[in-house]
């Protein structure tokens, strides 16, 4: 059986998808060094945690972390890839890269299970690693929450429907809490975000009386939120105040804020982050509902409502680029049924094999042109940060030190201002056994100091300050062996 599996057409699909969607994920993924904000801040999360021990507390700078209050779930995933693949960049990102993967072969099983539509499931991962703001910074292929909480969520959606639809069988339930658990674990409120959707899909389905009546519902529940007032508790139990800065600062905030409108995200589509697919995207609505069976129409409603109300909902918060990662698995899925519905629709007056040509045609097209500008933007991007080398270019210095396995010279860091990004190597350079400090500022340097600075700020300062000699660069960064203060001479 295995080896006619091994030999049979659906293999040889499924591994050319699989293919396909692993390039743009792995391309480069440990060239750039740890970026601002989050994953820099994730990634001394988890160097900090592997350290002390504390699973269930965040920490940054020897403290608890009071500014990122999210779960750690993600941080978790990050030590079990530092167990596998050491402490870099690849195993910061890993399991957001993991994360895409599994989403996408969770949609084209599903679709392939619930449907019989194999190809709708591989053209909807192949929209998904195609789409700009989904393989971008902060998603798809950095070490943020973002990518883990889209596959979670995206689950526990797919799972929620398939215990609607099918008489509310107790796998489907079971699975759809576990993976909003999880969703829960990696950042917090926001797993909800589906959950609207899910709830005017049960009044639309006229579900609401068997779900109701349904005891297992409630224990699934009551589960669910046992597990997650225990983190909170626990967490707050052993770092008072926890609770209270997550309301303060995570919760009310972000969703109290109403400036930015949805016309924010809107913008972002058509200018950038899901071009040329928004287009197909506002034909694929239409035309996929067109003359669709019950349970596509049923699966479009639910898709269509979610992504709807999630739209209007971030529309409504305080915004950031990536905050409409959630919509773009929804989106795809669509997309691919539009296709397919083409294909269907077009079956009276065109034969089967034009029908064909037409649709492979015009997806290939579609698909090649958005998947070769990833593939072009990851290249460019791989070289350095080029707008950003004021900020990066000490990062780089210190990756190649300890690559190199040289820390014998004891390190001064002149860098004012947010510098997570930087901690994060300074911390390997200590666990390595090197000498390292940060100091945000360049006051006060001893002769025979080795310091070094990237911003010009305080490239500017030192230069005016101190007799010194360059010892090295790297970039926009410059290491200096200080001499003396500069003697200021008077008339």
């Not at 801040?41 to 403290?63: D, I, Q, W």
């Not at 905050?323 to 269907?344: K, M, N, T, V, W």
Request: proline share 4%; aromatic share 18%.
């Amino acid at each position: 059986m295995l080896t006619q599996y091994l030999h049979s057409r659906k293999y040889w699909e499924f591994v050319i998808v699989f293919a396909i969607l692993c390039v743009p994920l792995f391309l480069y993924i440990d060239t750039p060094v740890i970026v601002l904000w989050d994953e820099s801040r994730n990634a001394v999360n988890a160097l900090e945690m592997l350290a002390n021990k504390e699973y269930f507390v965040r920490h940054f700078n020897g403290a608890p972390d009071m500014w990122e209050v999210k779960p750690p779930l993600l941080i978790w995933l990050q030590l079990l890839s530092f167990k596998v693949f050491g402490i870099n960049e690849f195993a910061i990102r890993f399991p957001s890269i993991l994360a895409t993967l599994s989403l996408a072969v969770t949609i084209i099983i599903t679709l392939k299970k619930k449907f019989s539509l194999p190809y709708v499931g591989y053209m909807a991962a192949l929209v998904l690693i195609s789409t700009q703001g989904y393989i971008d910074r902060h998603i798809a292929r950095t070490g943020d929450h973002d990518a883990l909480l889209v596959f979670f969520a995206c689950s526990s959606l797919l799972h929620f429907y398939l215990y609607i639809v099918h008489n509310q069988k107790v796998r489907n339930l079971i699975f759809g809490f576990i993976f909003l658990l999880c969703a829960t674990y990696t950042k917090s409120i926001v797993s909800f975000m589906y959950i609207p959707g899910i709830v005017l899909f049960v009044v639309y389905m006229r579900k609401i009386l068997p779900i109701i009546k349904d005891y297992r519902f409630y224990i699934a529940c009551a589960v669910y939120i046992v597990c997650v007032a225990f983190y909170y508790w626990y967490r707050n139990s052993i770092n008072p105040g926890y609770v209270e800065t997550v309301w303060n600062e995570e919760l009310f905030p972000r969703y109290a804020n109403t400036q930015s409108g949805i016309e924010y995200y809107i913008k972002n589509f058509f200018n950038s982050r899901f071009v040329p697919w928004i287009y197909v995207l506002c034909i694929a609505i239409p035309i996929s509902l067109y003359k669709a069976t019950k349970e596509q129409r049923d699966f479009l409603i639910l898709l269509i409502t979610t992504a709807g109300i999630f739209l209007f909902v971030i529309g409504n918060g305080s915004k950031n680029l990536w905050y409409d990662a959630l919509l773009y698995p929804l989106f795809s899925i669509i997309i691919a049924f539009g296709i397919q519905r083409l294909y269907e629709v077009t079956e009276q007056w065109i034969s089967q094999r034009i029908r064909i040509i037409i649709c492979a045609s015009i997806f290939i097209s579609i698909f090649g042109y958005s998947y070769g500008s990833i593939i072009q933007r990851l290249h460019h991007d791989s070289k350095v940060y080029i707008h950003s080398q004021d900020i990066y270019s000490i990062s780089y210095y210190l990756r190649e030190k300890i690559e190199q396995k040289q820390f014998d010279t004891p390190y001064i860091i002149a860098y004012k201002g947010y510098n997570a990004h930087i901690l994060f190597y300074t911390t390997l350079y200590q666990r390595s056994g090197g000498s390292i400090t940060i100091k945000k500022n360049a006051e006060s340097l001893a002769p025979g100091s080795h310091v070094i600075a990237s911003q010009p700020a305080m490239i500017e300062y030192i230069e005016q300050n101190y007799e010194y000699t360059i010892i090295a660069k790297r970039y926009m960064a410059k290491v200096y062996t200080i001499h003396s203060p500069k003697v200021v001479s008077t008339p």
